[in-house]
């Protein structure tokens, strides 16, 4: 059974990330700087690149011009709000890519061995420093996580998967799939016993498995940028798609479909060319091409790829799905 097979057995969600362009920064020294600080931050997220802000050079230097709307707490915290259609715009500029909104939902697997020799999985109701940590890396990063309950079938089958360094990652993708989780990223942690940690990560995904060791931070850090690098644009073209839907037999699936590809990030324009009984020809103007659309209309299983548009992502056909209600 391959990967998306499995992966496609239990419906996953991509999850829309609402709060992309907001920051909350303390002022620390002076407002200008939280200012600063708080469209770094939204450029990182939004880019999916950490370099971005050193990409950006002097565009940074009058962040309020992309603000827009701002307040400061009573403890002095600046929350802002900037404008999307700014922020995308400057880093397009700048040669960046825009990461949008509909974004992976990647399942956060983390066990922790301490200096004595115990270990514990970090799970959807524990409170740990662990746990915030990794939290707070996926805020920064806007990365959809999700924690496990960790049934006993759950940790049995991760243990068996953590145990086998370099394994495939078909094990992971089964529990992601339970939790309807497009992706699982496992984190195998030993403390250093002077307050640091040490982890060992694989994020595995329905392109296969990538390895990285470092800080509980990391983790996050290679999801985010392997998922940048699948499903962010880059360019101010726009790219003209032909989108072949079947399966649409009442006037609710139509609104639906219709509304969720213009929905889209990518999707820049939606028009209908055809109606020939179930199927219906949109044609989109999209931000990226084929590949990327196909890939953003994968993460949440609404639109079915057929046989012939997924082994053809791009043609002079076009993209063809089926409507799964």
Known sequence: MSLLTLFASVQSLAVTVP????????????????FIEALRSVVIRVSGRPDAP???????SNPRQYAQRFGFTADNVLQVVFDGVSVDRLLTDAGLPVWGRERPATLVLVNVTTTSGSSYWIDSSAVSAEREVIARAARQRGLPIVWPDMTTQDRTQINADAAATGGEPTALMQTAARYSANAALLGVARSDGAGGMSVRWTLASDDGAVNSTGSLEEGVNLAASTFARVYSASGTSLDNLAVEVS????????ASTLNYLEGLTLVRGVSVEQVL???LKFRLAVRGDATTLRRALAL??????????????????????????
Not at 54 to 60: C, P, T
Not at 247 to 254: E, Q
Not at 306 to 315: G, I, K, V, Y
Request: no cysteine; proline share 7%; glycine share 12%.
């Open 247 to 254: 399966g649409i037999t009442t006037l609710g699936a139509y």
């Open 300 to 325: 949440d299983g609404r639109l079915v790829p057929t046989a012939t548009s997924d082994a053809l992502p791009q043609s002079a056909e076009g993209l063809r799905f089926r409507y799964q209600p």
């Open 54 to 60: 050193a990409r950006l050079g002097g565009a940074l």
């Open 19 to 34: 709060d992309l362009y907001e920051a909350s920064v303390p002022v620390t020294s002076n407002r200008d700087a939280a």
């Open 277 to 279: 009984g179930d199927t």
